[in-house]
């Protein structure tokens, strides 16, 4: 059952990863917009498709998870910091794909994928 709740949250992080690159220009503006510092703009769609190659293969699976975590709590605590903004912004949490602003919608799913990465590494 590990291997299948890896397995979710690992497509997700490719198909966020696949989609910043496809975009990236616009990934670009809307990462910056939303305070991201130049060289993250590059580093988080890398970091999730290695993340995501290393979560479906099992090496380093501890780590791998751990690190999992810390990237989507940050990315939940930007979520929570950016909810209380007047002007919400795009999430951009799938590149310049995702257009509509950021709701707490974009909370629960990460708050999921949290849940699965734990229930991945208890089930290991």
Known sequence: ??????LVVAAVFIYAGVAKFA????WTI??????????????????EIALAVLLVSGWWFEQTV????????AFTIL???????TERLP??????TSQRPMSWLDVARNVILIA????????K
């Not at 975009?23 to 616009?26: A, E, K, L, P």
């Open 1 to 6: 059952m590990s291997f299948v709740f890896a």
């Open 23 to 26: 975009t990236f220009n616009n």
């Open 30 to 47: 809307q990462a910056q917009a939303l305070g991201a510092p130049d060289p993250f703009v590059v580093i988080v769609p890398l970091v």
């Open 66 to 73: 751990a690190a999992s975590l810390v990237l989507l709590v």
């Open 79 to 85: 979520l929570l910091v950016r909810l209380g903004d």
């Open 91 to 96: 999430c951009s949490c799938f590149g310049a």
């Open 116 to 123: 699965l990465l734990v229930m991945a590494y208890l089930t």
